[in-house]
């Protein structure tokens, strides 16, 4: 059983499950969950919803539409994305939460891997544009032989530790829970500090909590390996920006490389925009046609589960992850 699997509620059982209403909020979703399941009320309410109906699930959580759909009598709420930051209350007030937990994991392990590569071969700044002063010299940093620092071990965690070891870097994991690594090679950090003083490319893959807002900042920044490159694809919570800055100038960060900022979008003129040691991306890590693809059959499955009175996946727990 997964570890953050949980019982179903006593609703609904087999033989109730013509009777259960879904309401789909995913924009380009509705087709593939209606094809899963021609037997069952899935009504698209991207566009609005229905007026005196009931609905049972919910795939969707952050419009308007999927806030008025909880009072329609709504009792499971199954997100496309990991987070719940920015998720209205109303919507995670419902009795059964879940996430699209690992949905992504493909996409976002690979753009760090782009960003690791990247950054040991010092691109962009090396590509030519006029003849260098030495053709053949080439500043570089292979990755193999060097260590990832993961902090946070869920699945997109796991997916980029199985990418890395496969190259023949060294990887250190540090978790919520005091508990073994799951895959063979992967060492499993006792405190921040041990993960951050070793880490070459120390990337964030944990969720936005209170434990987790601006853990990055001034003193668990100057305990990192110096020359490290930082890779944020979780939440910009994580890091404290002012903190950064100055690591960024003292020479302890080589570089970030940076899908998420705190806040987002980033106003214009935003130091981040100019920093020479910053890349940017527009939250965009996750995105294209196969992560929506894999969170709404992550959906469909669950579904499958809900109407059997299974176990779920991607449970939302009491410290709302």
Known sequence: MPPDAEAVPSYPRPGLADDVVVYCDVPGAFERIRARFPSLDIVDISSGLPPGKRGDVLFGGWSAHSVGAMDTGVHWVQFMGTGLDG??????EAPLLTTARGSSAVAISEYVLATMGAFSRNFPQSWLREPPEYWFAQPATPLAGA???LFGFGGIAQRLACLALALDMSVMALRRQA??????????????ADLVSVADHLVLAAPATDATRHVF?????????????????ARGALVDHD???????????ARASLDVTEPEPLPAGHWLYEHPKVFLTPHASWAGPPAFEASTDL???NLVR????????????????
């Open 147 to 149: 260590t990832l620092g």
């Open 243 to 253: 903190a950064l800055r100055r690591a960024l100038d003292n020479g302890t960060i």
């Open 87 to 92: 998720v209205p209350q109303a919507v995670k």
């Open 217 to 233: 900042n001034d003193e668990s920044l100057a305990l990192c390996k110096p020359g490290v490159h930082l890779v944020n694809i």
């Open 299 to 301: 959906f469909c499955d």
């Open 179 to 192: 508990l073994p690594s799951p895959l063979e090679g992967v060492v499993m950090a006792a405190s921040l």
């Open 306 to 321: 809900y109407l059997r009175g299974e176990l779920l996946h991607g449970v939302v727990g009491s410290d709302g992850y």
